[in-house]
């Protein structure tokens, strides 16, 4: 069965960076890509950008880019977010979901890893 | 980068049907599929409708979806005491270089 295992929850202060990351199992890694949205507290949804394991292709939402760093190791199956220049309104539970065949929709989440930002 | 805009609650009583919309623009909705994601409190959120208005594989049939145009909309019909959750709606935008984007959610309430 398909399933994707974050990594646990991290506090960081203003200015530092953080690498969130998340094994996928029960599929083919390279075959699918992998996405990654973030949640801050009370808040919607929000998506940050993807990446493709298959050859390391990714695109990033503009809000996002310069700061966040989408890698993906496929000898261990993992995808990685690394997320720079952390301020305080960076704080959110951060997922990673993987894309349906065929569609763009994602069909299966991790857990969610929770980022706090505080100085 | 824009949002879809959905309202912000709903509510119903068991049995009763519930229905949120969802308002994008030509260059979400209008060109893409929708999907809708359920989201149940201190979970990750869950995919339920996807390309518009197919049901992955154990989403009951109560829940459904529509597009017309640059608006969509989810149906949940026989509401349930365990629908109460958070609902986003979702497509892919094909401006700029292309991104996602979720609707402000609806947050479901079973009186």
């Known amino acids: 069965q398909v399933q994707l295992v974050q990594s646990g929850a991290e506090v960081k202060k203003p200015g530092a960076s953080v690498r969130v990351s998340c094994k996928a199992s029960?599929?083919?890694?390279?075959?699918?890509?992998m996405h990654w949205v973030r949640q801050a507290p009370g808040q919607g949804l929000e998506w940050m950008g993807w990446i493709y394991p298959n050859n390391g292709a990714t695109t990033y939402a503009q809000k996002f880019q310069g700061r966040v760093t989408m890698t993906s190791d496929t000898s261990i199956t993992t995808a990685y977010m690394e997320l720079s220049r952390l301020r305080s309104d960076d704080t959110a539970v951060y997922y990673c979901?993987?894309?349906?065949?065929?569609?763009?929709?994602?069909?299966?989440w991790g857990q969610g890893t929770l980022v706090t930002v505080s100085s | 980068q824009s949002v879809l805009t959905q309202p912000p609650s709903a509510s119903g009583t068991p049995g009763q049907r519930v229905t949120i919309s969802c308002s994008g623009s030509s260059s979400d909705i209008g060109s893409n599929a929708v999907n809708w994601y359920q989201q149940l409190p201190g979970t990750a959120p869950k995919l339920l409708i996807y390309?518009?208005?197919q049901r992955p594989s154990g989403v009951p049939d109560r829940f459904s979806g529509s597009k017309s145009g640059t608006s969509a909309s989810l149906a949940i019909s026989g509401l349930q005491s365990e629908d109460e959750a958070d609902y986003y709606c979702a497509a892919w935008d094909d401006s700029l270089h292309g991104f996602y984007v979720f609707g402000t959610g609806t947050k479901v309430t079973v009186l």
């Open positions: 979901a993987k894309v349906s065949a065929g569609v763009v929709a994602f069909d299966y």
């Open positions: 390309s518009n208005n």
């Open positions: 029960g599929y083919t890694f390279t075959g699918y890509y």
